[in-house]
């Protein structure tokens, strides 16, 4: 099974702030890393596909990176709504296998 | 508009069964593959089990593999789990989801949840 590790666990910034996430592979996934964003109480949104594809009518603001092991999931100038946790998830290996999640908290 | 409408959850007791179902619209059904992933009380998501736009393919996480049964009915566009032997663990948020494509394995589309909870 393949193990995806997020870091950091928290990350709490100010609005127009730069968000760095990062998701780390247990061994090459190529780039079959998806991002997903979910808001409390409510289902998770696909933010970003095969690395850095961004999902219809995701913002700009939101930027996928990264292949094999290492990937980066880059949110530029935050606003008070992407307050939230975010998970990977790989679909290179069965089984499909999702991230520990990083919150993101909005100061 | 897509929409994705679980429904089926409850409370049951350990050992007992449950079917969820995934009422689906908006979309060409049996174009796509469909999945379910949960979401314990508190925690992040687990991918449960997977199957494939015309349903000749079905996966499943080892933890429900044996118990769970995944399928699907495209004279109705809709999804289903049927859950046998049900532990404490089995306890979430269940989440039907369409995957981007056929069979790509990402999810653009989720429903709403519903909640299994077991316990005695």
């Known amino acids: 099974e393949i193990v995806l590790t997020q870091s950091p666990a928290t990350l709490s910034l100010s609005p127009g702030e730069r968000a760095t996430l990062s998701c780390r592979a247990s061994?090459?996934?190529?780039?079959?890393l998806a991002w997903y964003q979910q808001k409390v109480g409510r289902a998770p949104r696909l933010l970003i596909y095969?690395?850095?594809t961004r999902a219809t009518g995701i913002p700009a603001r939101f930027s996928g990176s990264g292949s094999g092991t290492d990937f980066t999931l880059t949110i530029s100038g935050l606003e008070p709504e992407d307050s939230a946790v975010y998970y990977c998830?790989?679909?290179?290996?069965?089984?499909?296998?999702f991230g520990g999640g990083t919150k993101v908290e909005i100061k | 508009e897509v929409q994705l409408l679980e429904s089926g959850g409850g409370l049951v007791q350990p050992g007992g069964s449950l079917r969820l179902s995934c009422a689906t619209s908006?979309?060409?059904?049996?174009?796509?593959?469909m999945s379910w992933v949960r979401q314990a009380p508190g925690k992040g998501l687990e991918w449960v089990s997977s199957?494939?736009?015309?349903?000749?393919?079905?996966a499943y996480a080892d933890s429900v593999k044996g118990r769970f049964t995944i399928s699907r009915d495209p004279s109705k566009n809709t999804l289903h789990l049927q859950m046998y032997s049900l532990r404490a663990e089995d306890t979430a948020v269940y989440y039907c989801?369409?995957?981007?494509?056929?069979?790509?394995?990402?999810?653009?589309?989720w429903g709403q949840g519903t909640l299994v909870t077991v316990s005695s």
């Open positions: 989801a369409k995957d981007v494509g056929e069979v790509r394995w990402n999810f653009d589309y």
């Open positions: 908006g979309f060409i059904f049996s174009n796509y593959a």
């Open positions: 199957i494939t736009n015309n349903g000749d393919r079905t």
């Open positions: 061994q090459s996934i190529s780039i079959y």
């Open positions: 095969d690395a850095s």
């Open positions: 998830q790989q679909r290179s290996t069965w089984p499909l296998t």
